[in-house]
């Protein structure tokens, strides 16, 4: 027994409350995406093939992206509305925020250095999340003293030294802390 009653019920599209809102969104960076295809990339002279050209699989997949969210939107505008949109686009925004957080981590790095950031940062989301009790905020120091002591000494990734480690005295102690802290 099938679940479909006509042919018609195989296209029905159900609209989304966040639906008209990410479908604008997406069809103008595609749109956005394509104007800025000719600064990007070129094409070469003529003898070369023309599946050789460096601007073809990015202009066709472009088009192709544009299209596919031109029918997106279209189907986003003749679809009956459902309540919800600013909801549902608050709700979307809410992801930001771990942006934000990661954007703030970036940019202490360079200045209180990558142990202390690195802490730090754990220890703050740690307690944004909802993990308030000594014990969590221990086990996220743990894990941040884990991820630093990884990337720097036994994968030797290269991060700058923190503008803290300036108020050091010189000498070997310096020296460790900007290599492996």
């Keep these: 027994m099938s679940r479909l009653k006509t042919f018609q019920d195989l296209f029905k599209r159900y609209r989304r409350p966040g639906d008209m809102v990410f479908a604008l969104a997406f069809f103008l960076f595609a749109l956005f995406l394509l104007v800025n295809l000719p600064m990007q990339t070129t094409w070469v002279e003529k003898r070369t093939q023309l ?10 997949s472009l088009v192709a992206m544009t299209f596919f969210a031109g029918l997106h939107l279209l189907g986003a505008v003749v679809s009956e509305r459902i309540p919800g949109r600013l909801a549902e686009v608050l709700y979307w925004l809410r992801s930001l925020e771990y942006a934000a957080w990661f954007m703030a981590y970036v940019l202490l790095v360079p200045v209180i250095g990558y142990l202390l950031a690195t802490i730090l940062f754990c220890g703050t989301l740690s307690f944004r999340l909802g993990y308030r009790s000594p014990q969590w905020l221990l086990a996220s120091t743990v894990f941040a003293v884990a991820v630093v002591v990884l990337f720097k000494s036994f994968l030797q990734v290269k991060i700058p030294a923190g503008a803290i480690y300036d108020a050091l005295p010189p000498g070997a102690f310096r020296s460790f802390m900007m290599t492996y802290l």
Excluded: C, E, G, M
């Design 51 to 60: 599946f050789a050209q460096p601007a073809f699989w990015p202009a066709i």
